[in-house]
């Protein structure tokens, strides 16, 4: 029965709200215009090679970031891959109301010590957009006085008043 329990907060934590889904979804459309990228959701990352308890992660072996962006790719794989151990450019975390910034910003660290270029912190309660450069190093956007967000790191602007609303 504990073992049940904990099998179900487990689930319940890992499900989406409709607020989370939407700007999952919404990102990776937006993302999916520029052609130098191919926008992936809910891709399961290799990270067994680092130590990811270092970083106050639950996780043993493996990080999905909501979204994930790569260079461009040429479609669907002739045999599929599970845990892809090349990193992404850029890994995008959407808050959730079971999630605290804090944890995300954890694995923001593991992001980068594994390689990717970029993190971003969406915060769908106030309509911004964090994005890292380095565990310190961020810039914030929001809908409310920004036009875009500019990630100059990998060289992407999306319009954000379209991340945050079907305009």
Sequence with gaps: MNELTELENEEYQEMGSYNHSYLQTRIAVLLSN?????????LSLDA?????????IKAKEELKPDVCVYPKAKGVKERDIVKVSE???LAIEVVSP??????IVSKFDAYFALGVKSCWLVVPTIGSVAIFSARAKYKNFDAQHDDEVIDETIGVRLPIRKVFFDE
């Design 98 to 103: 079971s999630q605290s910034i804090e944890e």
């Design 48 to 56: 067994s090679q680092i130590d990811l308890s270092q970083f106050d």
């Design 87 to 89: 990193m992404p450019l």
């Design 34 to 42: 520029d052609e130098r990228f191919t926008p992936l959701v809910e």
